[in-house]
């Protein structure tokens, strides 16, 4: 699992990595009221999904105004009709829009519902003594 910021000067290199992962890309805009308000719910929810779950694949990523205008140039999907806009890519394309709710819960419900995340990651505990007898 991979948390990345995506601007002009790293968006080729995000254009790369994104044919090879699954993205949960979120559109925005700095100076959006929208956008700073789901700031935090975005935040915790990348925070959670790194600490809970095992998906390795799946790449959150915050696209900004200058991420969005260099990745024009490129195959990866940029033309977002509103900020913010939260978007599923695979293969750098397009392939699901989610418009519920910006509650991270829902976010991460959503993508639990939709397979892009799965297994729980255990914590803490201790291994058992076999009870098997020689």
């Known amino acids: 699992m991979k948390i990345v910021y995506v601007k002009d000067t790293n968006a080729l290199e995000f254009d790369k990595q ?7 890309a979120k559109y925005f805009s700095p100076t959006c009221p929208a956008c700073i308000a789901m700031s935090d719910e975005w935040s915790n929810m990348c925070d959670d999904v790194k600490s809970k779950y095992n998906n390795t694949d799946l790449v959150l990523a915050q696209i900004d105004p200058t991420g969005m205008s260099e990745l024009d140039n490129t195959s990866t999907y940029s033309d977002v009709d509103y900020v913010p806009s939260l978007v599923i890519l695979n293969d750098g394309k397009k392939v699901k829009q989610y418009d519920g709710s910006r509650q991270k819960e829902d976010m991460i419900r959503f993508l639990i519902e939709e397979g892009y995340l799965s297994d729980i990651k255990m914590k803490g505990g201790r291994k058992r003594k076999s009870t098997k007898r020689r």
């Open 18 to 24: 994104n044919k090879q992962n699954t993205v949960f």
